[in-house]
């Protein structure tokens, strides 16, 4: 009786759907931007198989739908030869997906694989198909009852629209308005949660004067868990002055959370009170960051400055989420725009008033989702007379669209993923390798660099992609994209967007886990300290782990 089931459901599937999501299946384990697990690569798989179906089946409903000649059906024997020639192709793409995996992995020097687990993963991908199946099932039934009622009253044809577009209206209500609200409250309620949670230290070992101790205008309590980790978890005076063997000064680290303050202008005005409070403004440098979503500030980044500044550093951040920074950017890309204009414009209001000579010099960061929202904090036009001195926006986005004008206006001889823009006077590129020093130009009064890595999926994930091919795929690869990578209509899209997920996941220095080295680069060229080669070598010795602090 199993077998007759089984055999029932293979005769219910579509050929045309069927062909086409082996062939989706197969062309899903080719590279990409990043290294995938079995467990990612079944999920991934079975979702291409399931969407390579859909557009089969698609588009055998739409040839009958426009009643043109179909060939009779196909008899058992020619059936069956479709299923194996299709296991032949999956076996095929299995047998070659370890070497594709390792195409990516040995160019960041990560441990080949030796196995790709093809049962575990076909296994993951026949369960993420069903499930797929399942939903497009769903789908039919209700356009086919849809149809059903409305042919009572409207042609035949014009009832099958309706009743696939009702069927789309329903599912779309449902995930927009239902499931996708659902899922975004217990992920939001869960961060909020996490985000509670006292770590070490707790706020009576906490010093006085830093933000969050006893003198501070900001609560412990209300900084949240990154807030808390970042304004205890940075050099003290004494590391950094044991590692030049000099004198230095104790970093300024601000930071308000989401519990601090009612209101993004509130928080804004409460970490400019923190800020002057501590004698931030008396600092040689000034950083206003845009942490990410959840609100994390990258030590990689700021660590380094502080030390190359000799502790002269002060910076400021507001968090304006939980949530990952992925999610946001996918579902909620505008929610931290109106916290960072509210902080950038508090301080730039404040610091503009101070003498030119004394005050400090004023930086923005942002990484990520923070990237954005801090290239749209600062309005250029605005500050044309009295501007800051530079950013630093490390991964941005795809949505970033100051980032995505540049990059579609750089000179014709630089490739998408390390474009050169104009003489380099105002806004340079840079990654792995410092390219920092080949602009054609002087650095300006205003210095933008933006650190991206050829393999960030969150800097390089097209929605076209799904059409053709991007402009970073053409001409020259980065140097840590796998020259195996081949660009697929639809399948590149999905795999992209199974990349951005797990961006954070590659090892550092590769997609979206930025390396102190480059932080460093980056900081000597737009803050320019006094510092010798040989001590930014050894500088980057010790962030790299060759050197103890």
């Not at 199946?133 to 009852?145: D, E, K, N, V, Y």
């Not at 409250?185 to 509670?196: E, P």
């Not at 650095?443 to 929605?463: C, K, M």
């Not at 795929?473 to 797990?502: K, N, Y």
């Amino acid at each position: 009786m199993a077998r007759s089931a089984a055999w029932k459901f293979l005769r219910s599937l579509s050929v045309t759907g069927t062909i086409l999501a082996v062939v989706f299946f197969a062309a899903s384990l080719t590279p990409s931007l990043m290294p995938r697990s079995y467990q990612v690569q079944g999920l991934l798989s079975g979702l291409c198989a399931a969407v390579g179906y859909l557009i089969g089946a698609g588009l055998a409903w739409l040839w009958r739908y426009l009643e043109l000649p179909s060939a009779r059906k196909l008899h058992v024997p020619i059936e069956v030869a479709v299923c194996i020639a299709g296991l032949v192709i999956a076996v095929a793409s299995l047998w070659h997906a370890v070497e594709w995996q390792n195409s990516i992995r040995t160019l960041w020097h990560m441990v080949p694989l030796e196995t790709a687990y093809p049962y575990r993963l076909a296994a993951i991908a026949i369960l993420a198909f069903l499930a797929a199946l399942a939903i497009g099932r769903a789908f039919g039934w209700i356009a086919t009852r849809s149809s059903s009622f409305l042919v009572r009253y409207v042609p035949r044809r014009v009832s099958l629209i309706l009743g696939v577009l009702a069927a789309a209206a329903l599912f779309w209500s449902l995930g927009q308005g239902v499931l996708l609200k659902l899922a975004l409250d217990m992920t939001d309620a869960s961060f909020k949660q996490l985000d509670a949670l006292l770590e070490e230290p707790d706020a009576p070992s906490v010093p006085g004067s830093v933000t969050g101790g006893a003198s501070s205008l900001v609560s412990w309590d209300g900084l949240g868990r990154q807030g808390r980790h970042y304004v205890t978890s940075g050099p003290r005076a004494e590391d950094i002055g044991r590692f030049w063997s000099t004198e230095a000064l104790e970093p300024v680290r601000v930071y308000v959370g989401l519990n601090n303050a009612d209101s993004p202008q509130e928080r804004a005005t409460l970490a400019l009170q923190e800020l002057q409070r501590q004698g931030g403004f008396q600092r040689q440098v000034l950083v206003v960051i845009a942490p990410t979503g959840t609100g994390w500030v990258d030590a990689a980044a700021m660590d380094p400055l502080e030390y190359l500044h000799r502790g002269d550093v002060a910076s400021v951040a507001v968090q304006y989420s939980y949530l990952a920074s992925w999610l946001s950017l996918l579902v909620e890309p505008d929610n931290g725009r109106e916290t960072t204009r509210a902080l950038f414009t508090t301080i730039y209001s404040y610091w503009r008033t101070l003498p030119k000579d004394t005050r400090p010099a004023l930086y923005l960061y942002g990484l990520s989702l923070g990237a954005l929202n801090s290239e749209a904090s600062a309005d250029i036009y605005d500050m044309v007379g009295d501007p800051f001195h530079g950013a630093l926006w490390a991964g941005p986005p795809f949505r970033s669209t100051r980032w995505r004008s540049v990059t579609e206006q750089r000179n014709a001889d630089s490739p998408a993923w390390l474009p050169r823009f104009r003489d380099g006077s105002v806004v340079r590129f840079t990654n792995q390798d410092n390219h920092l020093d080949e602009a054609a130009a002087p650095w300006g009064p205003l210095r933008i660099i933006y650190l991206q890595y050829a393999s960030d999926p969150v800097t390089f994930f097209e929605t076209g992609s799904a059409f053709g091919a991007p402009e970073w795929m053409r001409g020259q690869r980065g140097p840590d994209v796998s020259p195996a990578f081949r660009w697929i209509p639809v399948i590149t899209m999905l795999q992209l967007l199974f990349d951005m997920m797990t961006a954070t996941e590659s090892p550092t220095g590769f997609g979206h886990v930025y390396a102190a080295d480059h932080y460093i680069d980056c900081w000597i060229a737009m803050t320019a300290p006094s510092i010798q080669p040989s001590e930014v070598t050894r500088l980057k010795d010790m962030f790299g782990g060759k050197l103890a602090p």
